[in-house]
């Protein structure tokens, strides 16, 4: 039977950081595309294929002449751009929002500078993909995907070639490229003969990638000749210089082409936790980028600040770059790290100041009248439902307030309790105070603070137990172990198992050879030792707050866990600071569970997902549920990515969150560490940051899982205030869902458009998998709509200027779908 034709693609994957930094990435992407471009010279009938926007807005600020040359040939179609994202970051760490802004400042540069936009996706070195890309892409006018990984011996598929689907439906055509993307300098018999016998027997087209790469390079003229050479000999099918959109448009109308439904894993799992700091840092950039984006919006129309797009889509393109696989993955080289830290810090920066600059020009108009020894604070809620959260306060010196503080909800309202709680700072009279406030949806409430007694507590704590009990949520710490004895919701169920003799460990240490990627691992499930309690003690206890600290060591390490159970909480938050000296091992924290029937769901990118409970490594976001019969457990996170569940035992199973690998920084396998080498090692050092444990009834969608994981990685913000009139009340709400379907839909975005017209864009998705009809409410802009999502949907609308226009759906691309603007072609 003779095989179909082969489309070769030349290209030359770009690692912009690696086993180099940035600086040395910018300078290759300049040869390569000259190079690529000279090609085009010599050879007439070449086409070079290339992604990642940042790659050519380097080469059109610094290089317009070669950008001149890259803009005539993308004209001729010779010069394909695949991808329309900033760069290929990793598909997994990134939340939901970051990858469509990926394709909106990508896309939109595409078209404002060269004319055109990618319709093809193209992600051909991430270590795997999330389920919900399908949805993103398309919605991004990408309707194909080429990637890589995870290759034929670590996934199975129907295909190499299949519609990939997202859970609401939508649907990309998507390739796996055989064998590699990359290929040697020279002749490139060896790579397509490898290719091939990937590859199926069929007479339809199929796609093979070639030209040299991470490093840059592209087809090489041996590289071209051999081509040409090969596709004049019988041993080989016809092959051809094409393009990615080329070879997509011939195979689209084969109606036999399968269905795959689910993500595409897995492919080194060791990068779901490598270099904690760096993901850490993604988390918050993210979310405070997306919190400074609704108060900018705000502010635009309540407190006369100018839009801020500019600068934050700066900020975000600066977090983008940083998703690039090999430094979101934690693979590259240390110093590579140093760059990212300036960067990300940089993209934190522009958040933190735009919120606080729209933020205290909403607050300095409320209406608040001079009082003696009154402070007023206006605490912001980012979210738009209403939220409950215990505000912590440091008040500054001199200030009016000594002795006990009494809290008041408004001006006049109900007395609310307060509870002193350790300042930050260790002299000069500085003092914490934590209250329970009590917000409305995406808005900001007054309360105010006054000398007062009765309800004011030290909250130290008046004996040594370890109990923690706010009448909602229940827990005990075992003294022995330092882990919980007793966790239970509001219907009284312990929902941990029974003591036993062989109890899992809660701080496990775990024996990890494997390289950065842990490539050929599955599973780092091999414990070797655990941590050891050195102290428990009550540390604060009071009607706002209760305390448990639990201190532990091993080896050189140490680990403090601080259980915090506030008035009104339904969870109990465990503050984590770790400072972590071991080598080549892992530590886990271990959360074993008393649930039959137990059926783990994770959260993905704008989305979730119930994944095996087999002990495998799988990437999740800001929580992870495990739930049965008697109902459940979610474990919320500020920072990690990197977990597992152990359903082996019938009633016990065990989720594990990876809080730090220690392998050697870029240390890739089969390279061997020799005894006497000196290396760099990962995750050394102090890291921190926040866990919390939600208990509940019923399954994950009931206890309103994804909005208090969306609490913990957007907190609310306290502002001290001064007397000023104004036109503002003490309470405010600027955005809100309601309707039946309400609980269901989170609307994640608020923003001015980026076509800067007034406008406002708004997007939301549907969080359960079940379709839903609500009605969202804008105040701020006079403004209520109803919208119906469907299961899984992430739904885009443009809120024009005017008072009386209707709201308008839109892609990711802040485009009406199936326009585009003018002078712009796909």
Known sequence: MSRGPLHMIGNAHIDAVWLWQWQEGYQEVRATFRSALDRMDEYPDYVFTADSVAYFSWIAEHDPGLFDRIRKRVAEKRFEIVGGWWVEPDCNLPGGESFARHALYSQRWLAENLGTIATVGCNVDPFGHNATLPQLLKKSRLDSYAFLRPQAHERELPAPLFWWESADGSRVLAYRIPHEYCSPAGEISGHVTKALQQLPVTTEPLMVFYGVGNHGGGPTIENIESMKQLAERDLFPEMFPSSARRFFDEVRANPEIPVHRTELQPHAIGCYAAHSEVKRQNRLAEQQLLAA???????????????????????????????????????????????????????????????????????????????????????????????????????????????????????????????????????????????????????????????????????????????????????????????????????????????????????????????????????????????????????????????????????????????????????????????????????????????????????????????????????????????????????????????????????????????????????????????????????????????????????????????????????VTPLIECFHDGPLPESASYCSVSGDGADQVVVSVLKHDEDDTGSVVLRAYETTGAPAKVKIAVPFLGREFPVRFGAGEIKTLLLPSAPDAVPVELDLLEWIPGTLPAGVRP
């Open 293 to 715: 984006e609704k108060w900018c919006t705000i502010a635009g129309s309540i407190g006369g600040m100018p839009e801020a797009t500019a600068e934050l889509g700066h900020a975000w393109k600066q977090v983008l770059f940083n998703q690039f696989h090999d430094i979101a993955a934690g693979t590259a080289i240390a110093p590579a790290y140093e760059d990212a830290r300036d960067q990300l810090g940089e993209a934190k920066s522009i958040a933190a100041r735009l919120a606080n600059r729209s933020i205290q020009s909403i607050a300095r108009q409320i209406d608040i009248p001079a009082e003696e020894r009154m402070m007023p604070v206006a605490v912001f809620n980012p979210h738009p439902w209403p939220v409950r959260a215990t505000v912590e306060l440091e008040l500054g010196y001199p200030y009016p307030l000594r002795g006990s503080i009494a809290v008041f909800e408004g001006l006049h309202g109900q007395r609310l309790q307060a509870q002193e709680i350790r300042s930050a700072a260790s002299s000069n009279g500085r003092r914490r105070v934590a209250f329970a406030a009590s917000l409305p949806p995406l808005g900001y409430q007054l309360y105010t603070m006054r000398p007062g007694e009765g309800t004011y507590h030290l909250g130290l704590p008046a004996e040594q137990h370890f109990r923690l009990d706010n009448g909602i949520v229940s827990a005990e710490v075992d003294p022995k172990t330092g882990w919980l004895r007793e966790l239970t919701g509001p219907d009284g169920t312990n929902l941990l198992p029974a003591k036993r003799r062989n109890a899992v460990p809660h701080a496990q240490v775990i024996d990890d050879d494997t390289d950065t990627w842990s490539h050929g691992v599955r599973s780092l499930w091999r414990t070797s030792d655990s941590f050891e309690v050195t102290s428990v003690r009550r540390t604060w206890d009071g009607p706002v707050r209760q305390v448990v600290r639990v201190e532990s060591a091993y080896g050189r390490s140490t680990l403090i866990e601080e259980f915090v159970l506030d008035a009104g909480a339904a969870a109990v938050e465990v503050r984590v600071t770790l400072d972590w000296r071991e080598q080549l091992k892992a530590f886990k924290l271990c959360f074993p569970f008393a649930l039959d029937d137990a059926e783990a769901t994770h959260e993905i990118p704008y989305g979730h997902l119930v994944r095996e409970t087999n002990r495998q490594e799988v990437p999740s976001q800001a929580w992870v549920d495990v739930s049965g019969r008697q109902g459940g457990v979610a474990v919320l996170n500020d920072g990690k990515y990197s977990f597992a569940v152990d359903g082996s035992v019938p009633g016990r199973p065990v989720l594990a969150m990876t809080c730090a690998r220690s392998p050697v920084y870029a240390w890739h396998d089969p390279h061997q560490l020799t005894d006497d080498g000196v290396y760099e090692y990962l995750d050394q050092g102090i890291q921190r940051f926040r866990y919390r444990l939600q208990p509940h009834a019923g399954d994950w969608r009931a206890a309103g899982v994804v909005r208090a994981a969306a609490e913990l990685n957007q907190p």
